[in-house]
């Protein structure tokens, strides 16, 4: 790592100095809107990969076979006759 003549060990400490300061400002916690856009941007990454692989499943899937069954078990209403007439209690009577 070091250099084995002085002024390459200064040399070495100089740079080691110089990229310390540059790292130290240049890696920086991102503020909370940064984040929050980050998440947006990942959020949406997701949703349109998730939305490709459902469309090309569903294009690639086999058309279903529809079997048509019989009608069973059909229920009707009450059946009336149709030769009763409703008489009330009145013309019962006479």
Not at 29 to 58: C, F, S
């Given at each position: 790592?070091?250099?084995s003549t002085?002024?390459?060990h200064?040399a070495?400490?100089l740079?080691?100095?110089?990229?310390g300061?540059?790292?130290?400002?240049?890696?920086?916690?991102?503020?909370p809107?940064?984040?929050?856009?980050?998440?947006h941007?990942?959020?949406q990454?997701?949703?349109?990969?998730v939305t490709?692989?459902?469309?090309?499943?569903?294009?690639l899937?086999?058309?279903?076979n529809?079997?048509k069954s019989?009608v069973?078990?059909?229920?009707a209403?009450?059946?009336?006759?149709?030769?009763?007439?409703a008489?009330s209690?009145?013309?019962?009577?006479?």
């Amino acid at each position: 790592m070091f250099s084995s003549t002085k002024t390459g060990h200064l040399a070495h400490i100089l740079t080691t100095a110089l990229l310390g300061q540059v790292a130290s400002n240049e890696l920086t916690p991102p503020d909370p809107g940064q984040i929050e856009n980050y998440g947006h941007l990942i959020i949406q990454a997701l949703v349109a990969i998730v939305t490709i692989w459902a469309t090309v499943r569903k294009a690639l899937q086999k058309p279903e076979n529809v079997v048509k069954s019989p009608v069973v078990g059909v229920v009707a209403g009450p059946v009336v006759p149709a030769d009763t007439t409703a008489t009330s209690a009145a013309d019962a009577a006479e």
